[in-house]
């Protein structure tokens, strides 16, 4: 008979978020399909390491990518962001 299971114990899931990640928690956390993440490494477009034949990814250096790509995009559309104007009362 198995002992019961401690409460205080978490699934995976709950884990706090790992550093190094695979191409399918990658793809997961991107809202990827798993195929596309390989056809970025293949491409070059997506940093990512091996591990012998295994490629993983750091947490951090996506999240940067992420964050890189996106001020891409902002400047090459040319959109800006701005804060919004003050509202004055009239009295």
Do not use: E, V, Y
């Given at each position: 008979m198995n002992p019961p299971r401690s409460?205080?114990?978490?699934?995976?899931?709950?884990?706090?978020?790992r550093r190094i990640m695979t191409a399918t928690e990658v793809a997961e956390y991107l809202k990827l399909n798993r195929e596309t993440i390989y056809v970025?490494?293949?491409?070059?477009?997506?940093?990512?390491?091996?591990?012998?034949?295994y490629l993983r990814f750091y947490r951090d250096v996506i999240d940067k990518w992420m964050t890189d790509r996106t001020s891409e995009v902002l400047k090459k559309s040319g959109a800006a962001v701005r804060a919004a104007p003050k509202?004055?009362?009239?009295?």
């Open positions: 409460l205080a114990m978490k699934p995976r899931d709950d884990a706090i978020p970025l490494t293949g491409k070059g477009q997506i940093p990512f390491f091996r591990i012998g034949i509202k004055t009362w009239m009295h």
